[in-house]
Structures are given as C-alpha cells and as structure tokens.
C-alpha cells in the first residue's frame, strides 16, 4: 500500500511549468531521493506532498490516518521552551501515565484494589516504550551532535544550525509513517550524518529525501527521481546504481537517436534519386512528411516528435507545414543534434607543466593555532603527526566545524604562524586556493569579465563555450557576481582556478551550495588535474572519489590522524575497530545481525564471501527492476490504438530483447540465491 500516490502533477508559475506530469507513488518502508539542479522545483515538490503548497494540476493523494513529518531546510519550532522539553513534548501521553503510575504506588499501601488498574497501566506503559524513551531522547540529540549541557538551553537561544537540528530531533522521536526530509544533512557534521544514515536504515518508516550529499545518498536511498528541466525518470537502487543505469540509458537513447537519424538520411537519398523521375509523386509525398518531421524534432524534441502521437504534438505547437527544397531538407536533417543530455566530463588541461619535485609538504612536530595577541591568550587548536604530501596525491582534511581546518589550510600557506613546529613546501610550486568564501570574485563584474581576466587574449565566443562547461548558459554569462547564488559563485570561482597555471590546489569546502549537477562538474576537473591537491570538505562522495589519503581532525583528542586510503576503508575500518571493542556477547548479536567481518577470526572469509554475494543480489535486482519498468512502459505502446504497424514491430522487437534480458538476469539472479 503507498503512503503517497502522485498522479500528473504539474506546476506552473505563470506561463512556466516548474515541473510537469509527475507520476510515482511512495510505498511504506520505501527510502525515495529527489535530485536534480538547483531550481527544478524538488522543495516546491516536498510543500505540495506534505500539503504545505498547491499544484497547478493533478492530484496527491495520502493514505488515510498515514503522520507525516517534515523538515524543511530552515526549520523553526512553533514552541516555546527548552532543548530537552521540546523533545520531551512528543511523549506527552507517556509521561502522563508515568505521573499516574507514581501517583497509584502511592495509593497501594492504604488501597490495595488500585493494583488490577496499576498492572494494566503498567503493561501499557512498557509496551508503549515507557521505560525507553528517556534513552531514546538522549541517543538522538547525541547522535545529532548535542552534548548534554545543551539540554537545557531555551530553543530561542539556539543558533539556526542549532534549531534545524532540533527540529529533526523531535522528528525522528515522533516516529511518523513517513519523513519528508528537505536537505537533512545541513548543518550536521560528518558524524553526525553517519549516525543519521544508520538511523533511517534501521527505521521501518517511509522517506523522501531531498539532498545534495551523495554518499548520504547512497547509503540511505533505493529510489531516484531524477528531476530534469520538463520531465522526470525514475531509478530503483542507490546513487551509484542510479549513476550507472543513467549511463546506460543515455548511451542506449543515443544509439536510437543516431540510428533513426541515418534512417532520415536514407530517405532524403531516396528523394535526390526520385524527385525527378518516374516516382516523382511518391517521392514529393516522402519530402512533405520528412519536412513535418524534422521541423517537429526541431521545435518540441526528438523524442516528443518522433514518438506515436507526434503529429497530434506537431499541431498543438503549431508546426509550419511548408515544405522544404531537398537541399534544405538534407542540410537540416544533418544538423540534428541529439537531444540526450550529457554526463558531466571535462577534459580540461588542468596543472602546470612545472614539476614541483616530488616533495609538496612536510611537517615536523607542528601544533597549529593562535598565538598570543595583547588582551587574547594563546589558543591551541590540534597537533599533528610528522606528515608528507607528494606529488599528484590528494589529501582530503576532514573534521567537525570549528575543529580549525581552515586555520591549518592558512597554516600551509604560511598566513599564520605555527605554535609549534615548522611547515615545509617543495619548490617550485604553483599554487592555487580556492576560498570558502570566494573572496577573490569582484561583486561588480559580470560573469564574463571575471573569466575574461583571466584569459585576455581569449575572444567572447570561446569565454562561452568555456563557461557552458560550467553550467553557465545563454544569459547567465552577463549577471554580476554579487547577483549569483552560492552555488553559481562557487562554479565561477572553480571556472577561474581552473585556468591559471597550478601545480597545487588549496581548496576549502568548494562543494558548499553546490547542486549534484554542478558536484559532477567539479569532481570530473579534480579527476583531470596533473598536480597535488589538499580539499577540505564535508562531501564524503568527492573524498572517496579523488582523496589517497585522508587526514581527520578529532576535536576530543586535539590530533590529527592520517589514514592511507578512501574515505570508505577509513569507515570500515573505524567500525571493526568499535565492534573488536564491544563485549564479546554484544560482538556476538551484532555479528549476526548486521554481517560484519571480524579479522583474525576463522569465519572472516565466509562472512566476507556473504557480504559479497548480497551486494551482487542487490544489483542484479536493481537491474530486474530497471528492465520491469521498461518492459511496462513498452507494452502499454503496443496496447496503443495509435500504434502503427512499423511502429509495432519496432517496439515488439525492443519488447523481446529487452524481455530476453531480463530472463538472463532472473537465471544469473536464482543461481546467486542459490549458493
């Protein structure tokens, strides 16, 4: 049964259709991810689900009696209060019991008939998690990075960061059917955000989530909507299954498109060889229906024109119906360009052909913080080991806010002065920064004449072509900077770095505001750089990605640690070491449950093989579904009355190859269960 049931919803402002014709559903336990630019309407689509916005058309409809929780991305308690008591309010009725409970012990002595109502009560009380949820308040504002001395702070005295943290608090502990979540990872540092991802795993609740942060993605989700500029598709598996189907389909939709494109290209070579001989009449006909055609393709999409009711299409947009010459008709057909959306890859020149030597920092018995100032005592932030970076690795420093990784990155740079120790950089080098704040931009320039800067003797032509690389388009080259978003500062700062001749890139947190589009665009330039790069960022995605090494500030033990490897090998392997320091009857429930290998133990390699084997049946169902889907999608083409009969044998040819495919996948599917 869905909790939600989405049935073509659109919405518009004014003449503009924010999103169109959205049908999906949300069943219960289901974990569904919107994502897409910034500006596709996925906020808009949150309001209107949770029934906080009106659509322009379609319907929503909610499962009776289903509670709905939402956290929108500036969240603010209508309450008034402490941190504690706000928290505390969601389990009203269980603290009222408990108060009656106290008050018949108190009545037991002198009238011993209050024990049958006192049993009761009490039964009711712990089946409803009475004895609980005093635990269950402080797992979660632990888990979402309060300390205990906050407990008690009023909620007006709260930060934003703060209040949007204890919103979600209270969320979770009320335990909804289903959680419509609005960027849930803003203002959580990375602990915090692994502890939110095993909580909604566990959870046997529903959720839409609306989030920028991929590897929370990928760990969380097993739905994506992908959100695209007038229409939308849908993926079954995580974020990397979605990136891998998405792959796949753009590269099977290419294929059609060429493939219909030189189907086009041979009837215009059947009209040249017969427009003026004896089948000069079937050939005009055959010039008349491709001129149609191909002034569709060129007004409302390949797809949209080309599909069974093109023509009816044609008409609603007013497609001309003149005719062209054939000359014409061949230039236009040639100049189709295929409407399927590219992946975001840049092979951009990036890194400066100067080596550095293979030295690029090395530091010895450093302490970084601030240095005593008349009035301001001497603040230490961490100490770190003697640690090197060499050429062409990539070093992400990560850690919770305040913990001082902006201050080390000036500490590199040689901006502040150490406490203790010394920083050594390699020669020759050419460095790049990348502020967090961006303070390099001019607010007055445009976005044109900050890249023109860089590159004078480029002409306006080729600075918008660089420029489309990085999402900006049409007008958008013209806005000035103090007029961009966030996101729009960031890419333009990124567009800049990228052309000044760096062997070496300081960047702080430059996925901040950033959407996933525009995350890809980055990640695609980093992979690409030939030089040495130290990242500072929350974005556990990039770092698994790029990073070959990882160095973690723990505030707790004022220290940085280096770890050699992905950001995923450091998780993994901080899990074995807290399951290895568990009781050995809790290590034992935990193993059993949750499948995780312990080394030195005899079973490893079995566990290791059992892990193995459910990933590889998560995937092949991923896939199963994925070919479901389109199998659906073809056979109601083919119920169809509009259908032609070419356009049947095209789609009943598809139906079978792709049916054929999926029969493979259901045998390789049973053998794996099998073993």
């Known amino acids: 049964m869905s909790l939600i049931s989405v049935t073509s919803l659109t919405k518009s402002f004014g003449a503009l259709d924010l999103f169109a014709n959205f049908t999906f559903s949300v069943p219960k336990g289901a974990r569904l991810a919107l994502v897409g630019p910034n500006g596709a309407g996925k906020t808009t689509l949150l309001r209107i689900l949770v029934g906080e916005d009106d659509s322009s058309s379609g319907t929503v409809t909610r499962a009776r009696g289903a ?21 505390l309010s969601v389990f009203e009725n269980l603290v009222k019991m408990q108060e009656e409970l106290h008050r018949l012990e108190s009545l037991m002595a002198d009238q011993p008939q209050v024990m049958g109502s006192y049993g009761k009560l009490q039964e009711d009380f712990e089946r409803r998690g009475g004895y609980t949820y005093v635990t269950r308040i402080k797992q979660v504002l632990t888990g979402l990075g309060f300390d205990p001395n906050d407990y008690d702070l009023p909620l007006d005295h709260l930060s934003g960061g703060q209040r949007t943290r204890a919103f979600l608090a209270r969320l979770l502990l009320s335990n909804p059917d ?69 792959e796949e389909r753009i590269a099977r939709r290419e294929e059609i498109f060429e493939s219909e494109k030189q189907k086009l290209l ?89 080596r550095s030597g293979d030295l690029v920092i090395r530091t010895r018995n450093l302490q970084v913080g601030y ?40 500490t590199i740079l040689g901006q502040i002065e150490p406490l203790t120790g010394e920083v050594t950089l390699g020669s020759s080098l050419q460095i790049g920064y990348f502020a967090q704040a961006h303070e390099g931009l001019d607010p007055g320039n445009t976005v044109l004449g900050e890249v023109e800067k860089v590159v004078p003797a480029w002409l306006p032509g080729q600075v918008r072509n660089y420029l489309g690389k990085y999402l900006f388009s049409g007008d958008d080259v013209y806005k000035k900077v103090n007029m961009l978003s966030g996101g729009e500062r960031g890419r333009l700062a990124l567009a800049k770095l990228a052309l000044q001749d760096t062997n070496f890139l300081l960047l702080d947190e430059p996925t901040n505001h950033l959407d996933i589009p525009s995350q890809e665009v980055l990640e695609s330039v980093l992979e690409d750089y030939t030089g040495t790069i130290l990242l500072i960022t929350h974005d556990r995605y990039l770092v698994d990605a790029i990073a070959t090494q990882i160095w973690e500030i723990d505030a707790n033990e004022s ?53 193995r084997r459910l990933a590889q049946l998560q995937e092949l169902e991923n896939k199963i579904a994925e070919l479901e889907s389109i199998l659906a999608n073809l056979g109601s083409q083919l119920e169809s009355p509009l259908v032609s009969a070419r356009e049947v044998a095209l789609i009943g040819r598809e139906y079978d190859r792709v049916q054929k495919e999926m029969d493979a996948k259901l045998v390789e599917w049973e053998k794996v269960q099998g073993c």
């Open 371 to 410: 240095r005593a100032e008349p009035g301001i005592p001497e603040k230490s932030l961490f100490k770190t080991p003697d640690i090197e970076l060499r050429r062409q690795d990539c070093a992400a420093l990560i850690g919770p806010n305040g913990a001082g990784k902006t201050t080390f990155l000036k």
């Open 178 to 246: 289903l959680l419509l979540l609005d960027e849930p990872t803003n203002h959580l540092d990375i602990r915090a955000v692994e502890w939110l991802e095993g909580y909604l795993r566990q959870w046997n609740g529903a959720a839409v989530i609306v989030s920028h942060d991929r590897y929370f993605l990928d760990k969380v989700c097993t739905v994506i909507l992908d959100m695209l500029p007038g229409a939308f598709e849908i993926y079954h598996g995580n974020y990397t299954a979605y990136l891998r189907q998405r």
């Open 266 to 354: 041979k009837e215009v070579e059947y009209i040249k060889r017969n427009i003026s001989g004896q089948n000069t009449q079937q050939a005009k006909g055959k010039l008349k229906r491709l001129s149609r055609l191909v002034q569709a393709i060129e007004q409302i999409g390949f797809e949209a024109a080309s599909s069974q009711k093109w023509s009816e299409t044609a008409e609603e947009v007013n497609v001309a119906t003149s005719t062209f010459g054939v000359e014409e008709a061949e230039r236009r057909v040639r100049g189709l360009r295929s409407p399927v959306r590219t992946l975001p890859h840049l092979h951009l020149r990036l890194g400066s052909e100067k």
């Open 559 to 611: 220290t940085l640690f280096a770890y050699n490897g992905t950001y995923s090998q450091l998780r993994e392997e901080r899990e074995r070491k807290e399951l290895e320091a568990l009781p050995e009857k809790q290590r034992e429930i935990f193993e059993s449950t949750n499948a995780v290998a312990i080394p030195g133990k005899s079973r490893n390699s079995t566990t290791k093989e059992k892990r």
């Open 67 to 87: 509670r709905l929780g939402y956290l929108p991305q500036e969240a603010d308690f209508k309450m008034e209060g402490t941190l504690w008591t706000a928290c």
